[in-house]
């Protein structure tokens, strides 16, 4: 019973784990890279990723949009372009 428990707890532990929740959810860098070309009209094949950064908190992502480079921030399971999220953030703060 005790090795269940134990066992229950580190699974608890692992899937609130940021990154496996964004596995699990499908909140990929291909989810990404779809919703940026939703939002930005450009195809698919026509985004690369240049570079991310990853922690527990989020993610940013710098990607060549059609010939633009854009920055891309993680926040929860969403998605936004950086200076959205910024203002966002600022919008919050200013609220408190």
Known sequence: MKKLMLLSSFLLLLSSC?????????????????????????????????????TWQGATYSLDVCGTRMVYKQVGSVFMESGAAEKMKEDLQNKN
């Open 18 to 54: 940021g990154s496996v929740s964004r596995t699990l959810t499908g909140n990929t860098e291909k989810t990404m890279i779809k919703t940026v070309s939703v939002e930005q009209g450009c195809e698919v094949k026509n985004i690369k990723l240049l570079d991310k950064v990853k």
